[in-house]
């Protein structure tokens, strides 16, 4: 599944399938302690490149700010318009990533994370589904040539050119939200993991591409005789 579109833009890792479910996979890593292991990209990470399977839980999901996001939780930590902004002097940091508190608010206010949908939220190599399984969505960890590529893929049956939109917010946001999003509207694919307090967790080179499952089957589709099997495109793969 999806192998045609893994093979045509030289993916070396997994690409990684989103579902839930009410049980705990067997062996599944989950959210660990400190910044680094309890970060849902830390996760996405470790499967995208070795495999495993991991599990985001209702008890367990790691910071507040992936609870909220995911569905978890129904709110987020107390003065986190401060914290996003200008912070509040001997109080909160500041992640200055919007200028004011007003315009955190102002974002929060259209701005609602869906419940989740199980207990579990798992993220799994798409070449360990099982065939009952269900993904909501898939992401995709990939260099700038092959990003430029599935951006152009998921514009090539469309007659406009805003089948990828690139919208602010966090990591989790990216890989898991915006996609359950776009599965109710546009099934637009997701520039990801441009949160700045995840850059660090991934290699420097490295982007993600999200989009909801359904939208990813038609592109593996659309893979033949597309622009992916033609002389511009075979040209720069050479350097992947």
């Not at 919007?98 to 070449?127: N, R």
């Not at 995709?140 to 893929?153: C, M, N, R």
């Not at 637009?188 to 999200?210: E, K, Y």
Request: with cysteine.
């Amino acid at each position: 599944m999806l192998s045609r579109l893994q093979e045509a833009i030289y993916l070396k890792n997994h690409p990684v399938a989103v579902l839930w479910s009410d049980e705990l996979p067997s062996g599944a890593i989950t959210p660990g302690k400190g910044h680094e292991e309890g970060c849902v990209v830390a996760l996405a990470r470790r499967v995208a490149y070795e495999g495993v399977v991991a599990a985001i839980g209702r008890d367990n999901y790691g910071c507040r700010g992936a609870g909220y996001h995911l569905g978890f939780v129904e709110k987020l930590f107390p003065n986190f318009r401060y914290f996003l902004s200008c912070g509040l002097p001997g109080k909160v940091r500041g992640e200055g990533y919007k200028k004011t508190p007003e315009l955190v608010d102002a974002w929060l206010s259209g701005f609602k994370p869906l419940p989740a949908a199980a207990d579990y939220c798992i993220m799994k190599p798409v070449g360990l589904l099982s065939a009952e399984e269900k993904p909501e969505s898939v992401f995709f960890l990939v260099k700038p040539d092959q990003l430029a590529a599935l951006i152009v893929l998921a514009n090539y049956d469309l007659p406009g050119n805003d089948g990828v939109i690139a919208p602010f917010g966090s990591g989790c946001d990216s890989i898991i939200l915006f996609p359950r999003l776009e599965r109710r509207g546009s099934k637009r694919g997701i520039v990801a993991l441009t949160d700045i307090s995840v850059r660090g967790i991934l290699p420097p080179d490295v982007l993600g591409f999200a989009v909801p499952f359904e939208r990813a089957l038609e592109m593996e589709n659309n893979v033949p005789g597309s622009f992916l099997e033609r002389e511009d495109w075979l040209e720069v793969s050479r350097r992947l």
